[in-house]
């Protein structure tokens, strides 16, 4: 079984609030991580609500450096394993908001607080789960990417976020792909879950896939809709920045897919077996 609690994400749902960011409890066959820590302290809160004790998670995994997902990491209780992109480090600026919106730390004082593993390599999380590492844009129709921030206040150099990164979990149903904003392409994510693993079979795909705009968006947005066919894609979960007009296109073109919203405070119980069994000492 692998199980994703909500623990913030852009909408409310009943007691728990929402903000403009992503953090995820992961739970891949008994081995937990925490996946972003969301845009304030407000994962603290929804955890305490969901009875989730966040001291017991030791490892957690950045997909990126956005301040929508890492501006949670310094109420983080100190000691645990941070695993992310070394470029997640880099001062950036959101185009839309027009505010700073990199890394609330430097790797220095998170280092004296935390184990880093700031890598670009591909990373072993746990049994049957792995961050993928620095993903390359190979996909013919992502290679702009879709890209939110820039390196100055000015915003005018170009950010390529080569920080945004994403899990594989593999099931013997095909992979569990998960992404935070996916700045680097969904389909180029999970081209580069595929080649970390070895495997080719995809089940499933959780995210922000930064798709927004359907009217602006829509070649993209069409492009990606036929990949995810191609790869018979079983199930969706989505959310964080794929606005409700895109899910709901999704839902209309892909009749045969499960695709499910996210929100805060949701849990998904996804029944899929690891790949490998682990025999248990006696
Ligand atoms: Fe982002
Ligand atoms: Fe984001």
Known sequence: MVTL?????????????????????????????????????????????????????????????????????????????????????????SIRKKEYAGFPMSFEELSAKHKVIATKEPYKICDNAYFLGEIPMKVSFEQNGNFSTTLDAELTQKDYTEDDSGVAITTSQGLFVMTGCGHRGICNTIERAKAVTGHSKVWGVFGGFHLRNLEKQKELIDHTIEYFKASEIKALYLGHCVTDEVIEYFEKNMPETKIYRLASGKEFNLNLSPVLSVQLEK
């Open 5 to 93: 609690k909500i623990i913030t994400e852009n909408r409310d749902n009943c007691e728990f609030k929402g903000e403009g960011g992503l953090c995820v409890l992961v739970d891949a066959f008994g081995n937990k991580f925490l996946l972003d820590t969301g845009y304030s302290n407000l994962f603290v809160h929804n955890a305490e609500l969901l009875n989730i004790d966040l001291s017991s998670i030791e490892t957690v995994v950045l997909t990126h450096g956005h301040s929508d997902h890492t501006n949670g990491v310094p109420y983080l209780a100190s000691g645990r394993t941070i695993i992310m992109h070394p470029a997640g480090f880099k001062a950036r600026w």
